[in-house]
């Protein structure tokens, strides 16, 4: 651990699970629909490729429409997942925001397990979904409900903030969540001069930078923002004079420092668009890039070589077999789920200014 003093419900019905419905015959329209899609991913996957995904992506499609479902992506999810399948994307806090409003019978959450959960907690009525329960998080394993109230026991009168990369029951064991993109906001609402902050280490330190209060933090690290250094920042620069860096604030510190931009995937996206500059660094998530590449094809992005194993487990055969037979449906316990409720209404109430 690490101590720093850095001054409607609405009418439904509610889907069976396991009926399945088997797949129309696509569609001559729907097919050249593809095609469109994919002159904007053309850079990006070979013509062989794109061949396997149509059929299995037209069908999803299809599932979709008599499911009456909505499929959330992740900024994280690969460039077939997020442009041609996916009705609505973004970071966490767009999705938890999103989930909280989306009007559909199933919800398919195409991202790791606590967004899932965090998507069920805001619609306990709706059926969600995940391709993979198995899509983890290495900072949702980095702390426990039990940690959480031994700190409150070290620190008395202190509240703790739970990034929304957690479980639920960590949640519940919380006062409130915050997301890359508001948690100084999240921070500095707080009624306390001394806050724990859980469980990523780094985006607590960048946070620390921000604010007078005194943050608690943990040793919680994401496994691929952790990867990145400076020197890997200092060897883009040489290599690619005039390129443009931007740094999730989940890297380590050094990073942070050697970064033109920080801040969460949704800021990222924004400082592009601002700037356009001529070449790209992101230090997130490969997928990140690659999305965006699709989105500014002025823009050359030099792509980084980490990815996150938990994302890449959702694909596009496992979105179409969850949609098929409605399995992997995600439950929380209502005794938590209550309580982890709140945490994230709670950040949700969290006003966010707008980033320059």
């Not at 429409?65 to 992506?73: E, H, M, N």
């Not at 969600?128 to 198995?134: F, G, N, S, Y």
């Not at 707080?190 to 806050?195: E, G, H, I, K």
């Amino acid at each position: 651990m690490l101590k720093m003093s850095i001054r409607e419900e609405r009418t439904m019905t509610i889907p069976v699970r396991g009926d399945a419905i088997a797949d129309p015959a696509p569609a001559p329209a729907a097919m050249e629909e593809l095609e469109t899609v994919y002159e904007r991913l053309r850079p990006l996957i070979p013509r062989a490729e794109w061949e396997a995904h149509a059929p299995v992506i037209a069908a999803i499609r299809a599932q979709k429409r008599q499911r009456r479902a909505v499929i959330l992506a992740h900024n994280y999810q690969a460039p077939e997942i997020f442009h041609a399948v996916a009705d609505l994307t973004g970071d966490s806090l767009a999705l938890a925001r999103e989930a909280a409003a989306v009007d559909a019978d199933v919800i398919v959450m195409c991202g790791v397990h606590f967004m899932a959960e965090t998507a069920k907690l805001l619609n306990p009525s709706r059926l969600v979904l995940i391709p993979d329960p198995e899509a983890g998080c290495s900072l949702a394993s980095a702390i426990t409900p039990g940690e959480i109230e031994r700190l409150r026991r070290q620190y008395p009168g202190a509240p703790v903030v739970t990034y929304v990369n957690t479980s639920a029951a960590v949640k519940a064991a919380s006062d409130i969540c915050c997301t890359s993109a508001n948690a100084v906001e999240v921070v500095e609402s707080l009624d306390a001069d001394r806050v724990i902050f859980l469980p990523d280490e780094y985006l607590g330190r960048h946070v620390a930078s921000r604010t007078d209060k005194e943050l608690i933090l943990w040793q919680g690290h994401c496994e691929v923002h952790e990867q990145f250094s400076a020197a890997d920042l200092v060897r883009c620069r040489r290599e690619h004079p005039g390129v443009f860096i931007l740094a999730h604030p989940e890297c380590p510190p050094d990073v942070l420092a050697e970064a033109d931009f920080t801040g969460s995937t949704a800021d990222m996206i924004r400082e592009v668009d601002r700037r356009r500059p001529e070449r790209v660094f992101l230090a997130t998530e490969i997928s990140m890039s690659r999305n965006l590449a699709a989105e500014f094809p002025g823009i050359r992005f030099i792509h980084p070589c980490h990815a996150c194993p938990h994302m890449q487990r959702i694909t596009l055969p496992g979105i179409l077999e969850c949609l098929r037979s409605l399995r992997h449906p995600v439950e929380v316990d209502p005794l938590v789920a209550a309580r982890a409720r709140l945490a994230v209404e709670r950040m949700l109430d969290i006003r966010v200014r707008e980033k320059r």
